[in-house]
């Protein structure tokens, strides 16, 4: 058997060469299909007359739409001439000729683009017999134009294709909400997408209670589901936040981490946590200058504040967010503290940036950990100069 064919076809003064490829078994036998003057033909093998045939697509078994005889007891219909009645118009020549698939221009190779994706893991921890209690994130929400009151939960999901499924979906005691989030796409990262959750709209339209968030996709028909956290809403209020501190976060670059472009997204989000913002030191530098009287002035003064985020001794799930995303990868990065003890209750979503690296203290034979980072002024305009 031959794979390649090289077919030569005269009409009078014009010639036609088709090379074509074998592309099924008919009888035993490999058959070869191409096209001329807007129809489909097939050489085949025919086991029952022994010889080659050739005939009209689709029904070319038919003995009606047999246009001719390539009559040839050889397991390949080449070197075949055949003079024919093309569709009783004009006489036609047809000369076969085995040919190398390398010159037929079409091989044995073709081109596939799969887009390489990592799926989203829902991780399941194991029960170790832990007293540990599920984790649930305190979030509140309050109308008017403070920033501070209103907590916000963003949510992403990477896809590998635009034919994908997903949605962002909250659940209500296991019910789903009213409320149901919006998916915005990311400006500069194909096929990926989040949604930003205002809690005040949740508290206006299904009211305070246990809520999750969770993420269905099918992705290249892998269909699956994560939970993406758990809240507990109330409305703000002092009593509610007492004892609590929050960073809040805009996300506008490249993450490795989560292998999506988020630049010009500016992703709000805000993570409410048991602890302590606060310490001021102004650090102040000063520069100055002795004049020949001997007497010394001022030159430059100013102060570069810092400020430290401590946690109270949390679970995995509070300080893995604060040490991996919001410390990591913020743009602007703003903080706020709501305890009755601290000595300034000016901390209401301050801007500041990451100064020194996150530290972690663990505790023997406990599961929960602490985390200490220290922060400084986003901008740098507390100074005085002559």
Known sequence: MCEC???????????????????????????????????????YYDNVGLGWRMGIMPAYTVPSNWIGTLDTPD?????????????NFSPISIVTEAIACTTCGVEDRFLR???????????????RGADDCCCEYLVLGSAGSDTWKNDKTSAWIKLSDPTDIFSFALYKN?????????PVPFPNEPNAYYCTISWID????????????????NISGVIGSVSWGKYNLKP???????????????????????????????????????????????????DNIIYGNREMKRVIRENLNTYEINTDPLTECFIRPLMTLFLLSENELFISDYNVFNHSYRYLDLPVIVNESSEITY????????????????????????
């Open 202 to 217: 949740v508290l206006n339209s299904d009211g305070i209670g246990c809520y999750a968030l969770k993420i269905d996709y």
């Open 363 to 386: 505790f023997d034979f406990s599961r929960k950990a602490s985390l200490k980072c220290k922060v400084e002024d986003k901008f740098k305009n507390k100074r005085t100069y002559y």
């Open 75 to 87: 397991p390949c219909p080449d070197s075949i001439a055949l003079s024919l009645i093309w569709l």
């Open 174 to 182: 296991g019910v789903i909400t009213s409320y149901l989030p919006v």
């Open 113 to 127: 683009e799969y887009s390489a994706i990592t799926l989203p893991t829902d991780f399941v921890e194991q029960d």
């Open 5 to 43: 064919l090289k077919i030569t076809l005269t009409n009078g003064p014009v010639i036609d060469i088709i090379n074509v490829q074998f592309d099924s078994i008919v009888n035993g036998q490999n058959s070869y299909l191409f096209n001329y003057s807007g129809n489909d033909y097939r050489i």
């Open 236 to 286: 703000y209020s002092v009593a509610n936040a007492l004892g609590t501190a929050r960073v809040r976060a805009l996300f506008n670059g490249i993450q490795e981490t989560e292998g999506i472009n988020f630049t010009n997204s500016n992703v709000d989000y805000s993570f409410r946590f048991a602890g302590f913002i606060g310490s001021q030191q102004p650090n102040t530098e000063t």
